[in-house]
């Protein structure tokens, strides 16, 4: 996974706003686990970073649009991205105190403390995908009995077999 690590000690104390449009980002991470996700609109994010003592506070948003497979039908449904987050970056004195990879660190004496941004930037992308995506409200999805797309069209399947009572009329019929 992509790391960009930032200083801290570079930040003015009001805060300052930063861009971070690198596709690597969320390109990386994409084809690390082979998900079907592809960019559409370039991903940027517009974080405006607040140094505190010890860290800093971060109020961001994410916005572009991404290809993803339709629930319904597998074909391709377009999302539009706008995500909105906050996190907050402190220094964990306690290193031993978990094992997940600490997004807060001093690099070096001269760099101060640096945080770690791309992490939050892909679980924020990822938590604004929707659960199950339509490439349109009304999607008609796939024949559960010969798989084709019925937005394309009907096909030859008996409408009567999406209904079970149906089904057992049908299979009396050619019991007799
Ligand atoms: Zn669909
Ligand atoms: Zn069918």
């Not at 300052?16 to 960019?39: C, H, M, R």
Request: contains cysteine.
């Amino acid at each position: 996974m992509k790391q960009l690590w930032l200083a801290i000690k570079d930040l003015p104390p009001e805060g300052k706003e930063i861009i971070i449009n690198d596709q690597s980002v969320w390109q990386g991470p994409i084809d690390e686990f082979a998900l079907p996700y592809t960019i559409k609109e370039e991903l940027a994010a517009c974080i405006f970073l607040i140094p505190q003592e010890q860290g800093c506070i971060a109020h961001g948003s994410i916005t572009g649009a991404v290809a993803l497979p339709c629930n319904r039908c597998t074909q391709n449904a377009l999302v539009r991205i706008n995500q909105n987050f906050d996190e907050v970056f402190i220094l964990d004195e306690d290193l031993s105190s978990d094992d997940t990879e600490p997004n807060v660190r001093i690099a070096n004496e001269s760099t101060g403390i640096e945080i770690e941004i791309a992490g939050v930037l892909w679980e924020e992308f990822v938590i604004a995908l929707p659960v199950k995506p339509l490439c349109k409200e009304d999607c008609k999805g796939l024949c559960a009995e010969c798989g084709k797309d019925l937005n394309t069209g009907k096909c030859e399947c008996e409408d009567s077999t999406l209904d079970p009572r149906f089904a057992v009329l049908r299979n009396l019929k050619v019991n007799k």
